[in-house]
């Protein structure tokens, strides 16, 4: 049994794994134009200007202080990066003093580098005989391919495009997003084995570290991009928008408001519908669909396991209430499944809907890891549903989600990931744990400083599920830039005064977090007593709230309004 000073969660704790990589595509992938190239030769210009003259400590080394050469042009990109020397070696052979064809390049390298270590399991599964590290090698296999995959759809979008003008700061925010998600799937695979003990982690990280690298340098050339030209402002108190954010088309948004959108598929247990199953209407939907395919599911649990993978997007399930229409599932990390692959439903198709459903994790507390749902769908949008499990309970892996009137139930690091999330209006339970645990309300997964993401919790009310007499906080930093803010939300008198918890007691995170409270309610929401962490900010203004809000945050401004679900703005 986990006590208070031994918990680790499930895997997620090591100061050692910083790389991160999960990568699902949307079919519009890494959408580039003449004008992201204005703006990458802008950067260069302004970048070549401060950093093309600086000599390495060395030099021995130098390169040559003239601005239309390619060594020049290559350091001065380079010089934004975490990883200057493995991104001057790796991008010295473009040749180009052009910064979409150095850019693009970049891509090239991290795409050949997870290519020439993405089938590592097929040699990997036969150095054990343990089958939960199997499994675990099944979780790396899994997003490695879907990384290689993304990186591919992204180059070729890039190629194909030319010439066609789309906003700037779309195509940037697009770029940042999937590149943050090649990240976030390698730490998948390396939070996978170290969970289950394996062995050969660390020869595994060692031959996924240029992977690692590259990516976390094509990531931080195109945040430098934006950083250069200026934050946008967003002014948190603007007028609120009674729908959802602006990516979301017209068509959804008369899906989302409809009381019974016409169903491509209807999934009914007493065999009134089409299917009887929801993994059997999966099957009917067509892969990569550039129109939305609708599910219906008729009242009832379901007692199933079920993936989306990337190949489905654009799919929408709804049912007859978050009470009514459920999922359910019970596996779970203590009889042997990696927490990726607990999922009772996992979703990676870019655009999924979820509406009037709930999802469920049986297993129990004294199961630990046992995870409702899976999200890594990038301009994903879940309105009235329900998420209902223990620890674990909603993984929101990676891209651009964003919640809306859900309720979500659990105890220990029950939301948790790497996406850039939004959740509004919903309802957040903390329900009591095993004896001797304590609950924690979110686990942020962010690992490298240019990653769009964080969790973001606004104008919600988090009250106890049942009769909490643990100890309860809002969240505990999982990595080492963990991004979570609490704003315009009720809480109950459950929570500690302190607020938040390290990742391991006794040890103060690393200065390098983002936690932070705006204009909170509630006799919970007092921020007199909370922790002393140089990470932590009890009272941000509003100028610094505004920047993890639904039109800043996830640029939701931009997709969500086609959904028609409701969303404030600000």
């Given at each position: 049994m986990d006590t208070i000073n031994s918990f680790k969660g499930y895997g997620k704790v090591d100061e050692l794994e910083q790389q991160a990589f999960k990568k699902k595509t949307r079919k519009r992938l890494i959408i580039i134009s003449i004008s992201a190239v204005l703006l990458i030769a802008l950067i260069v210009g302004v970048v070549a200007g401060t950093v093309i003259h600086r000599k390495n400590k060395s030099g021995s080394d130098d390169v040559p202080a003239t601005s239309n050469s390619p060594a020049a042009a290559i350091k001065s990109v380079c010089s934004v990066t975490q990883y200057p020397d493995s991104c001057y070696s790796s991008l010295d052979s473009s040749n180009s003093t052009d910064p979409e064809r150095i850019f693009l390049f970049s891509l090239?390298?991290?795409?050949?580098?997870?290519?020439?270590?993405?089938?590592?399991?097929?040699?990997?599964?036969?150095?054990?005989?343990?089958?939960?590290?199997?499994?675990?090698?099944?979780?790396?296999?899994?997003?490695?391919?879907?990384?290689?995959?993304?990186?591919n759809d992204s180059i070729s979008s890039m190629q194909n495009v030319e010439g066609k003008l789309i906003p700037e700061?779309?195509?940037?925010?697009?770029?940042?997003?999937?590149?943050?998600?090649?990240i976030t799937y390698q730490e998948t695979c390396f939070d996978a084995l170290y969970e289950t003990n394996a062995?050969?982690?660390?020869?595994?990280?060692?031959?996924?570290?240029?992977?690692?690298?590259?990516?976390?340098?094509s990531l931080a050339i195109v945040s430098k991009l934006v950083s250069l030209l200026g934050d946008f402002k967003f002014p948190i108190h603007r007028r609120r928008l009674l729908g959802f954010p602006e990516w979301v088309s017209a068509g959804d948004r008369r899906l989302l408001q409809q009381?019974?959108?016409?169903?491509?598929?209807?999934?009914?247990?007493?065999?009134?519908?089409?299917?009887?199953?929801?993994?059997?209407?999966?099957?009917?939907?067509p892969k990569k669909s550039k129109t939305r395919f609708v599910i219906y599911v008729k009242a009832g649990i379901y007692v199933e396991k079920v993936e989306l993978a990337n190949t489905y997007t654009n799919v929408m399930i709804y049912g007859d209430g978050m009470n009514l229409s459920i999922i359910?599932?019970?596996?779970?990390?203590?009889?042997?499944?990696?927490?990726?692959?607990?999922?009772?439903?996992?979703?990676?198709?870019?655009?999924?809907?979820?509406?009037?459903?709930?999802?469920?994790?049986?297993?129990?507390?004294?199961?630990?890891?046992?995870?409702a749902f899976r999200s890594a769908s990038d301009q994903s949008v879940y309105y009235r549903c329900s998420f209902n499990a223990f620890q674990d309970t909603l993984y929101t892996l990676s891209n651009r989600q964003f919640y809306r009137e859900c309720n979500i139930i659990g105890t220990i690091d029950f939301i948790f990931g790497n996406s850039a999330v939004v959740f509004q209006n919903c309802n957040i339970f903390p329900r009591q744990p095993m004896p001797n645990q304590f609950v924690t309300l979110t686990a942020q997964g962010k690992t490298d400083p240019n990653q769009n993401t964080g969790i973001s919790i606004q104008r919600c009310t988090m009250s106890p599920f049942d009769k909490l007499t643990a100890s309860a906080y809002l969240g505990r930093p999982w990595k080492d830039y963990s991004t979570t803010i609490v704003m315009q939300t009720n809480i109950g008198g459950f929570l500690s005064p302190l607020g938040w918890s390290p990742w391991v007691q006794n040890v103060v995170p690393p200065s390098t977090i983002f936690y932070a409270e705006f204009q909170n309610t509630g006799p919970g929401s007092s921020t007199k007593g909370r922790v002393k962490w140089a990470g932590y900010n009890p009272s941000l203004t509003a100028a610094q709230a505004a920047k993890y809000n639904v039109q800043s945050f996830i640029k939701g401004g931009s997709w969500l309004p086609a959904t028609t679900v409701t969303f404030d703005s600000t």
């Amino acid at each position: 049994m986990d006590t208070i000073n031994s918990f680790k969660g499930y895997g997620k704790v090591d100061e050692l794994e910083q790389q991160a990589f999960k990568k699902k595509t949307r079919k519009r992938l890494i959408i580039i134009s003449i004008s992201a190239v204005l703006l990458i030769a802008l950067i260069v210009g302004v970048v070549a200007g401060t950093v093309i003259h600086r000599k390495n400590k060395s030099g021995s080394d130098d390169v040559p202080a003239t601005s239309n050469s390619p060594a020049a042009a290559i350091k001065s990109v380079c010089s934004v990066t975490q990883y200057p020397d493995s991104c001057y070696s790796s991008l010295d052979s473009s040749n180009s003093t052009d910064p979409e064809r150095i850019f693009l390049f970049s891509l090239t390298v991290v795409q050949e580098s997870l290519q020439r270590v993405s089938n590592f399991t097929d040699e990997y599964v036969n150095k054990t005989d343990d089958p939960v590290v199997k499994e675990a090698l099944n979780v790396c296999a899994t997003v490695l391919d879907d990384a290689v995959a993304s990186l591919n759809d992204s180059i070729s979008s890039m190629q194909n495009v030319e010439g066609k003008l789309i906003p700037e700061n779309s195509i940037i925010e697009d770029l940042k997003t999937w590149l943050s998600t090649v990240i976030t799937y390698q730490e998948t695979c390396f939070d996978a084995l170290y969970e289950t003990n394996a062995t050969f982690v660390e020869d595994v990280k060692f031959l996924m570290k240029n992977s690692t690298e590259y990516a976390s340098n094509s990531l931080a050339i195109v945040s430098k991009l934006v950083s250069l030209l200026g934050d946008f402002k967003f002014p948190i108190h603007r007028r609120r928008l009674l729908g959802f954010p602006e990516w979301v088309s017209a068509g959804d948004r008369r899906l989302l408001q409809q009381t019974n959108p016409k169903p491509d598929v209807t999934v009914a247990k007493d065999g009134s519908g089409d299917v009887t199953s929801l993994k059997a209407a999966v099957a009917k939907i067509p892969k990569k669909s550039k129109t939305r395919f609708v599910i219906y599911v008729k009242a009832g649990i379901y007692v199933e396991k079920v993936e989306l993978a990337n190949t489905y997007t654009n799919v929408m399930i709804y049912g007859d209430g978050m009470n009514l229409s459920i999922i359910s599932g019970s596996m779970n990390f203590v009889d042997g499944t990696p927490t990726f692959s607990t999922a009772t439903v996992g979703v990676a198709g870019s655009g999924f809907i979820a509406r009037d459903i709930g999802f469920m994790n049986t297993a129990g507390a004294a199961k630990h890891q046992a995870v409702a749902f899976r999200s890594a769908s990038d301009q994903s949008v879940y309105y009235r549903c329900s998420f209902n499990a223990f620890q674990d309970t909603l993984y929101t892996l990676s891209n651009r989600q964003f919640y809306r009137e859900c309720n979500i139930i659990g105890t220990i690091d029950f939301i948790f990931g790497n996406s850039a999330v939004v959740f509004q209006n919903c309802n957040i339970f903390p329900r009591q744990p095993m004896p001797n645990q304590f609950v924690t309300l979110t686990a942020q997964g962010k690992t490298d400083p240019n990653q769009n993401t964080g969790i973001s919790i606004q104008r919600c009310t988090m009250s106890p599920f049942d009769k909490l007499t643990a100890s309860a906080y809002l969240g505990r930093p999982w990595k080492d830039y963990s991004t979570t803010i609490v704003m315009q939300t009720n809480i109950g008198g459950f929570l500690s005064p302190l607020g938040w918890s390290p990742w391991v007691q006794n040890v103060v995170p690393p200065s390098t977090i983002f936690y932070a409270e705006f204009q909170n309610t509630g006799p919970g929401s007092s921020t007199k007593g909370r922790v002393k962490w140089a990470g932590y900010n009890p009272s941000l203004t509003a100028a610094q709230a505004a920047k993890y809000n639904v039109q800043s945050f996830i640029k939701g401004g931009s997709w969500l309004p086609a959904t028609t679900v409701t969303f404030d703005s600000t």
